[in-house]
């Protein structure tokens, strides 16, 4: 079976999509929509011409898809996904600062309709396995803290990648971490920002893409998790993998980890 895809969005992550999913044998790109399309088309190599419109609903309409992968805004995601919801299309989004409220009503309208979505802060394999490894270490250390690096063009701080990781510290750990106390901060917020006793650092600069470090500290050693992203290709066998997946979901998965079988403790089921 040959799966639909349609993309939304034609940035820098939307175009990488329709790249990777044309390059699949088991996937057809159908169409591309995204609010500030000017053009009729976009061209793919092999002369194929892939249907460009701003309004979801038709674009639907017109190119019937079996799945709809997202990534846009966080204002515009909501909307795309009401349109999906009509005409009981999958999704998979990526979009990052998606509501808690807007995730929830997702999970309550797709489960509502026997049908799959995937909702994931980050589709790169390697953050997963990151995260794993740190719920992993959090029952063994009673401190860590987190830094994490991205281009200086990243609208949120800190990234939804570090949120999730310190939440799973902190879930593994079974109560908050111990923050050694700091009693004298001469520049104000350089501890960073603390999640339940797991400090966050975000660093911004040019040249960097995404990029993530967990440190576990004990008595006498450290123990340094990370992970570096160096280009857009590493989102894409998982978002390859949530397309194939989703087909076979009933309700909402968020994150990618619920795709891989883990259990709480970070093994594989
Ligand atoms: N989950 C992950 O693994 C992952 C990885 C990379 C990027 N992202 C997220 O994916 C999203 C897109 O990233 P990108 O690098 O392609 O960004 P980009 O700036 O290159 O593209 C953004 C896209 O969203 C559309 N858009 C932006 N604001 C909009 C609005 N208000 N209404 C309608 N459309 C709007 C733009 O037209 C464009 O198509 C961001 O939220 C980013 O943080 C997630």
Do not use: C
Not at 92 to 97: I, R
Not at 161 to 173: E, F, G, K, N, Q
Not at 213 to 227: D, N
């Amino acid at each position: 079976m040959t799966i639909k895809v349609l993309v939304s969005g034609s940035g820098k992550m939307g175009r990488e999509v329709l790249h990777a999913v044309s390059a699949e044998d088991d996937m057809e790109p159908v169409g591309v929509v995204d609010l500030l399309s000017t053009e009729e088309y976009i061209s793919l190599p092999g002369e194929v011409l892939v249907p460009f419109e701003r309004n979801p609903s038709a674009l639907i309409t017109r190119t019937r898809p079996d799945v709809i992968v997202d990534f846009t805004s966080a204002e515009w995601t909501p909307k795309l996904a009401e349109a999906a919801l009509e005409d009981n299309v999958r999704l998979v989004s990526g979009t990052s600062g998606l509501s808690e409220s807007f995730i929830s009503h997702l999970g309550e309208q797709y489960a509502k309709r026997d049908l799959g979505a995937v909702v994931a802060s980050n589709f790169a394999i390697g953050a997963i396995l990151m995260q794993q490894m740190s719920r992993m270490a959090a029952r063994f250390y009673d401190s860590a803290e987190v830094i994490e690096q991205h281009h200086d063009g990243k609208a949120d701080a800190p990234s939804g990648t570090s949120l999730a990781t310190a939440r799973a510290i902190v879930d593994a750990h079974g109560n908050p971490m111990s923050l050694a106390e700091t009693k004298r901060e001469t520049v104000r917020g350089t501890r960073g920002g603390a999640v339940d006793g797991v400090p966050i650092h975000s660093v911004r600069l040019p040249g960097l893409v995404a990029h993530q470090e967990v440190i576990f500290g004990g008595p006498g050693e450290t123990l340094r998790i990370r992970h570096d992203t160096s280009d857009r290709a590493s989102f894409m066998p998982g978002v390859l993998l949530a397309v194939r997946e989703v087909m076979n979901l009933k309700s909402l998965v968020v994150g990618l980890e619920g795709l891989f079988g883990f259990d709480a403790g970070g093994a594989r089921k």
